[in-house]
């Protein structure tokens, strides 16, 4: 995943401060960005972690890291097993863009 497309770069401006996240877009569609880099930041691909290393490493970005922890997953960004026991990266399926030019027959 590019961390450095305009919209990462935007979200890192607006959002965080010092490494950690100051406010959370209110706007569903511009989370997707901010959620990127935090769970970037405290997860490397491949790793695997337990529900309390997560919870530690999340709250050294966020405010509230169980909640933090719920959108992650909820969102596709972090997988984990039924039990909670195992963390890891997701992933995101890319944002459906608009189609210009195209009509229906």
């Known amino acids: 995943m590019d961390h450095d497309s ?8 607006r959002f965080f401060r010092d490494g950690r ?9 511009a989370r997707g960005p901010v959620l990127d880099l935090v ?6 691909e491949g790793e695997h972690v337990d529900e309390r290393q997560l919870t530690e490493r999340l709250a050294g ?3 509230d890291p169980v909640l933090m922890r719920r959108l992650l997953v909820d969102s596709g ?3 984990r097993t039924a039990d909670g026991s195992d963390y890891w990266l997701g992933q995101v399926p890319p944002e459906p ?6 009509a229906d027959v």
């Not at 769970?39 to 490397?44: C, G, P």
């Open 6 to 13: 305009p919209a990462h770069v935007d979200a890192r401006r």
């Open 21 to 29: 996240l100051r406010d959370l877009p209110r706007r569903h569609g």
């Open 39 to 44: 769970a970037a930041s405290v997860l490397d």
């Open 61 to 63: 970005v966020v405010d």
């Open 77 to 79: 960004r972090v997988h």
């Open 97 to 102: 863009t608009p189609t210009t030019g195209t």
